[in-house]
Each structure stands twice: as C-alpha cells, then as structure tokens.
C-alpha cells in the first residue's frame, strides 16, 4: 500500500485538476449514481478510494449525507480545497468505521490497485461497515486494447511523476463471487465502453451489491 499512497501523493493536485468535472461527460455514471442515492436514503455514505471526493460531492447535490476515505493524504487535501465534503485519509482493506454503521459506499476504480487478496480484505470490510439492506456500487476497469480481462499495466511515469502503480482489469465475475463471499449480494450490473475523449479508453464495469 505505501507505494498507492506515495504515487497518488505525488499526482494529487493535478489528478484533481482532471477529474474535477468528469462527470458532465458520463452520463451513464450520472444516473447511476442518482439510483444509489435514491436507494441509500438518509444514512451516511462514504466514497471510498475518494481521491479528490468529487463523486462524494456529486452525491451530496443528490442529498446524500457522504464522506470521502482516501489513502493519499495528498488526496484528501485536494478534496478538502475543491469540496466541502469531510474526508480523511484510510486504507480500504481496515477503515476506521463502526460495523454496521453506513446506509452505502461507493468505491469507484480503487480496487484496481488490489491483489486478489487485497480486494477480498477490501470487501470484507464494505461487508463489516455497512448496515444490514446497505448498498455498495463498486467500479473497475476490464479491459482495453492492450490488456485483457485478469491482466495488468504498471505505470512508472506519470505526468513527469516516478510512480509505482500496479492497474488491473478485473473479471466481472470473478469480482461478484468475491463480495459474495464478504456478504455482499449482486443486484445488479452494468458493462459499458469509454466515453470517447473523456477517460481511459478502456471496458468498464460496475456492480451494485446489497449488504446481506
């Protein structure tokens, strides 16, 4: 995990230059996102992997009582100028949240950077701090013209930054067996191509699971 901390310590700022507005090019993101918030109610919901916690702020515009948890300190200072949201810095596979304690999470292209193993500790803990009916909606990259599903890219460079970034595309699937292993049952599932000239282009997926 120190080297996910110190490379998104290093991009922080101008990741959130980047991503401070994606969300007007992503529709499908969008009503997503209004769906969860309709389904999550009142509680509080936390965005996991927030980085810059614009997704978290986009959540709150819907009426979402929500937080951001990030593991770059960095990150979390970009959050803290660009939005009102409270964040704090933590590492997904041990948050500092009460079991049972959020309405949702949200978790949007941060499980990337998890080993199998990782990502099962990951989900075991959305399964621990969610609230029995909870939702979880958990987003990741599949694959791209290089790279196939279960197959990885190591970035080392980034915007003149020496990082050391390991990016998985995950199995739709295999990812589902996982959170249900953690207690987390699909409700449902969306698979889509990139949005042309606004993001990676790479396959995407994102599953909506309910705390059992």
Request: aromatic residues 6%; charged residues 20%.
């Amino acid at each position: 995990m120190i080297g996910i901390r110190h490379s998104y310590d290093k991009v922080a700022d101008q990741y959130a230059d980047e991503l401070v507005d994606e969300l007007r090019h992503k529709p499908l993101d969008r009503g997503l996102l209004a769906v969860f918030a309709e389904l999550v109610g009142d509680g509080v919901v936390a965005d996991i992997g927030c980085g810059p916690a614009h997704i978290a702020a986009y959540l709150a515009t819907q009426g979402v009582r929500a937080i951001g948890m990030d593991l770059s300190p960095a990150m979390c200072a970009a959050a803290r100028r660009t939005t009102s949201v409270p964040v704090c810095a933590a590492d997904m596979t041990a948050l500092p949240v009460r079991s049972q304690s959020l309405a949702g999470l949200v978790c949007l292209y941060a499980v990337i950077h998890l080993d199998e193993y990782q990502r099962a500790a990951a989900y075991a803990e959305f399964g621990r701090v969610l609230r029995p009916g909870g939702h979880a909606l958990i987003a990741f990259h599949t694959s791209d013209a290089d790279i196939p599903v279960g197959g990885a890219k190591i970035l080392t460079d980034w915007w003149g930054h020496e990082v050391d970034l390991t990016f998985r595309y995950l199995d739709p699937s295999a990812e589902s067996e996982a959170l249900t292993a953690a207690g987390l049952i699909p409700a449902a599932r969306l698979d889509r191509a990139p949005h042309p000239g606004t993001e990676h282009s790479s396959q995407r997926s994102y599953l909506l699971v309910q705390r059992h």
